[in-house]
Every structure is written in structure tokens, then in C-alpha cells.
């Protein structure tokens, strides 16, 4: 008798023991599931009872410096969706060929979202308003009520085309800002999203006494630009026409620019693309083999047509070059624009050991003024001035006239110079400086630096857009000009600006007077 007591007492235990275990465990994986998982169930939760439809809002309109022409524009379309668990069973083959029949899809790919266990599927985007009209008219017809959502979007258009293109730049399906003025700026331009909110049942179904709650999208803001329309088709058009008569295969750019505020009117690229056709081939001999092309060649040929050259190139840039040399010269008073026959081309110049010609090295200039030499384009004369700076204030003038770092234009992708290193540039290298060889500048860093010459020796920051508008109180913000410092005196500027007229009307650029 005792030892069964005994053994009904150490059951008892056993039991009570196990039980307390159980208890443990169980509060231990509460307390986890409360205080460890607690924030992420409680988001899966909230994910699974509600329902969002995201509203895009409309991203800005972009104009050109008049505030009038219209460069990009976002026009309204709309998105179809479905809740499947809001579609009965007996309607799903009939939505679905509808749908399919209406926006030329697949139909086995729609039945398959149609029946899909989800609380939303998205059927297509961006349609225009005309074929969405034709769906809601069906619905109607068919006492179809609740399960397939008509919701406004938007779409980015380009009444220009190929415009401006590769400043403006273009969006990706989601509206996001991908090149140009549109990444640059997505974040003025993009808005806010709103969204409908439903609450719905374990299975996507709507649990319609709870209602809807609506946000509406707030629209991007507006920027007015720099860019002159007339200027920008004008400039265009020409370098089409040089491009196409000279059999330039690399294509070309030009830069317009205001010295006075740094306002870029006018760049443009060739050849361009069309910002409404982003992806698709830009030329007729493109289109003839473009299958043919696999899709890493297909992105390489967009990407350097999106390419904004005259950014994002480098290049020698040549006797133009010259222009520094002779603005760093006439600020230090090492000579002057008209002292008759101070210097002398004899066909070329010895640096180092090194005779370096110059281009009419056959029948040399003779006695020369520095006004007569760069009338000229005579390499000696600048290899000589260059040789009486020095390394160190020669570079110090590179630096006054920003050609050692980017400008800070607003556009992405800018690209820097490429200069030996002060400290590895010996006086071959110092003398191809001078004359504009075997150093890589941008185009808009030497617009840049020819501008501060127009502009009084005052360097200007240069910008594209002027003025961001605010779509909804329509406050406007100005872009303000920046003062990048004084580069060379106000006489100093004008002396150059006497020769390079020079240049043109008696010089080597006679072929470019107007």
C-alpha cells in the first residue's frame, strides 16, 4: 500500500514538473513572439487587412527660359488592377478575357493573376483613358461592382521629341527621373504619392463597413530652365547639317552660355535620340539592324547617345586654348596686345632637346605682335609666353579659370580635366599646355573659362535651371547666379576680347565672320 502511494506521489510530480515545463516554454515563446517579433508580425498583419492602391502624382512640367514653351509634360493615364478575392469564381474566366481582349494580353497570364490568392495584382499600367473607358462601360454591363480597380497615373511626354534631349533627359516606367534635368532635379519634380486604403478579410476580400481612406498625390513642382528654345533648335539644326556635310562619325556638340549669369542657352549633342522612344534605335541604319544586335551591344549603342558630350567628354581643345595663355600673359605684363615685331616665328621653337613646329612650320611667320599671333594661331609665340610664367603661376591661372576641377554644372555625370600634376610637368609639358595639347578638358569647362573673359575677367558658375515653381501655391524660387571670383582684370578682358575679334574679321577664323 505505501509503496503505491509512493508511486502515485512521484507521478504526481513527474506530471506537475512536465506541466510546469510546458507553461514555461509557453510563456517563454510568448514573450518572444511579443517582445522579439512583435513589430514585424504586427506589419505583416496590417499588410494582410489592408488593401493600398498607390496614386502617382504628377511630376512637373519643365519649361524653357520664357516660361511659356513646354519641353516636358506629364499627361494622365491610368492603371488597372484587380483584388482576385473580390472577383467571384463564376466572373474570374469571363474578367479575365476581357481584360485581356481590351489591352492585347496574354490570356492565361491574366487568369492566372485574376485567380491568383493575393490582395492585388496589377493588370496594366499606363493606358490611355479611351480603352479604360471601354472596361468601365463592360463593368457596368456585367453588374461588376467590386474587384477590379481604375486608378489615375501619369505619363511623362516630350512635345519636342528630340529636343534638348540628352539635358532634359527622360523617366523609367515608375516615373522615376533616370538622365539629364530629370534625375538631376527628380526630387523638385516627382510629388508625393497618395493612395486609397481598404480594409479587407484572411482571404483579400473587402470589408466594406470599414470604408476607404483616400490621400491624395501632391503634383512635382515646375522648373523653368535656362534653355532658349529658338537658340537651342537654331544650334540644333547647324550642327546636324556639320555633322551630316563633314562625315563627323563621332558626332559633335556646342555650348551657347551667357557670361554675364552663367544661363546656358542652348547644348546640344548629335547625334540625339527621342525622349518620348527612349530605347529604341535613333537611326535609320539602327533600325535596319537593330534585331540583329545583342542586348549588351542594344546598350551600349543607348548609352552613348543619352551621353551628354559636352559634360561628360573630354578633349584636346587646341588653339583655342591659346586664349589662356594670352590672358595669363597680358595680366602678368609680360607683354602687351600691339608691340610690332616683339616676337619672332622662325618655323618652330627647341624645348628640352625637343623641336616643336609650328603648323605653318614650311613658311614661318616671320616678326609677329601678340595680336598678330594668335591671329595666326602661331604655336611658337604661346610656347614662349608659357616658358616666361612658369609651372607653378601658369597653373595657378588654370586654377583662376576653374579648368582643374568640374564647374558644378547642374547636370549629372560632369567629368574633370586631365592635367599632369604640377609637380611631374617639366617644359615639354608646360609648352603643349600652352598651345592646348596633351592635357583633356570639358567642353563646358572651357566655355566656362572663355566666358569669364566676356564677362569683365569675372568667372560665372554655369546653370540650367533658373527657377523652381511651386505647383501648388505657385511661389517661385530663383536659382541664384554664382560669382566663381575674378579670374583676370576688366582691361586685361578687354585686350583679349580686341584680338580675338581680330582673329576672326582679319586671322585664321575669317571663314566665321558673320
Known amino acids: 500500500m505505501n509503496e503505491m502511494k509512493l508511486s502515485s506521489k512521484k507521478k504526481l510530480r513527474n506530471i506537475l514538473f512536465i506541466s510546469f515545463l510546458i507553461i514555461l516554454c509557453l510563456i517563454t515563446r510568448l514573450g518572444f513572439i511579443q517582445l522579439v517579433q512583435g513589430k514585424e508580425l504586427s506589419s505583416l498583419a496590417y499588410e494582410q487587412q489592408t488593401l493600398d492602391r498607390k496614386i502617382n502624382p504628377k511630376r512637373g512640367t519643365i519649361y524653357d527660359t520664357t516660361g511659356e514653351n513646354v519641353l516636358a509634360v506629364s499627361s494622365t493615364v491610368e492603371t488597372v488592377t484587380v483584388n482576385p478575392g473580390n472577383i467571384k469564381e463564376d466572373d474570374k474566366e469571363k474578367v479575365a478575357k476581357k481584360l485581356s481582349e481590351i489591352f492585347d494580353l496574354d490570356y492565361e497570364t491574366v487568369l492566372k493573376k ?19 473607358d471601354e472596361l468601365r462601360v463592360w463593368m457596368e454591363q456585367n453588374g461588376i461592382t467590386s474587384g477590379i480597380n481604375i486608378d489615375e497615373d501619369t505619363k511623362r511626354y516630350y512635345p519636342y521629341s528630340t529636343l534638348a534631349a540628352q539635358v532634359i533627359g527622360f523617366c523609367g516606367s515608375d516615373n522615376q527621373g533616370l538622365d539629364g534635368i530629370e534625375a538631376k532635379y527628380d526630387s523638385e519634380l516627382k510629388g508625393e504619392q497618395g493612395y486609397i486604403q481598404r480594409r479587407t478579410d484572411a482571404k483579400g476580400g473587402e470589408i466594406s463597413e470599414e470604408g476607404e481612406q483616400y490621400v491624395p498625390a501632391i503634383d512635382g513642382n515646375d522648373l523653368v530652365l535656362t534653355i532658349d528654345l529658338n537658340i537651342q533648335s537654331i ?22 552660355m551667357n557670361p554675364q549669369n552663367g544661363d546656358i542657352l542652348a547644348m546640344t549633342t548629335y547625334p540625339t535620340y527621342n525622349l518620348n522612344e527612349p530605347y529604341e534605335p535613333y537611326t535609320e541604319k539602327l533600325k535596319n539592324t537593330w534585331n540583329d544586335l545583342s542586348q549588351e551591344d542594344k546598350t551600349k549603342k543607348l548609352q552613348a547617345v543619352w551621353r551628354n558630350r559636352a559634360i561628360a567628354d573630354t578633349y584636346e581643345p587646341g588653339s583655342v586654348f591659346k586664349l589662356i595663355t594670352a590672358s595669363a600673359a597680358l ?8 608691340n610690332a615685331g616683339e616676337f619672332s616665328c622662325t618655323g618652330g621653337i627647341e624645348v628640352a632637346g625637343v623641336r616643336i613646329k609650328c603648323w605653318r612650320y614650311y613658311r614661318p611667320h616671320g616678326a609677329e605682335s601678340l595680336r598678330e599671333a594668335l591671329m595666326n594661331s602661331c604655336n611658337p609665340v604661346f610656347i614662349g609666353l608659357g616658358q616666361k610664367l612658369g609651372v607653378t603661376k601658369y597653373y595657378e591661372y588654370l586654377e583662376k579659370f576653374k579648368l582643374l576641377k568640374t564647374t558644378g554644372i547642374d547636370l549629372p555625370g560632369e567629368a574633370g580635366s586631365i592635367f599632369l600634376a604640377k609637380e611631374k610637368a617639366g617644359p615639354v609639358e608646360l609648352a603643349t599646355i600652352s598651345f592646348g595639347q596633351r592635357f583633356e578638358i570639358t567642353p563646358i569647362q572651357l ?60 586671322g585664321t577664323r575669317k571663314k566665321c565672320k558673320s
Open 114 to 132: 485574376v485567380s491568383k490568392r493575393s490582395s492585388i495584382e496589377t493588370i496594366v499600367k499606363k493606358v490611355e483613358k479611351e480603352q479604360t
Open 235 to 256: 544650334v540644333e539644326k547647324y550642327l546636324e547639317e556639320a555633322c551630316i556635310d563633314n562625315e563627323c562619325t563621332d558626332g559633335g556638340n556646342i555650348v551657347v
Open 331 to 338: 595680366e602678368e605684363g609680360i607683354t602687351d596686345t600691339d
Open 447 to 506: 566655355v566656362t573659362a572663355v566666358a569669364s573673359i566676356a564677362n569683365g575677367g569675372k568667372s560665372i558658375k554655369p546653370r540650367v535651371v533658373k527657377q523652381i515653381v511651386n505647383k501648388k501655391t505657385g511661389e517661385v524660387t530663383d536659382i541664384p547666379v554664382e560669382d566663381n571670383g575674378t579670374v583676370i582684370s576688366k582691361e586685361t578682358s578687354e585686350k583679349v576680347l580686341s584680338m580675338m575679334e581680330s582673329v576672326v574679321s582679319e
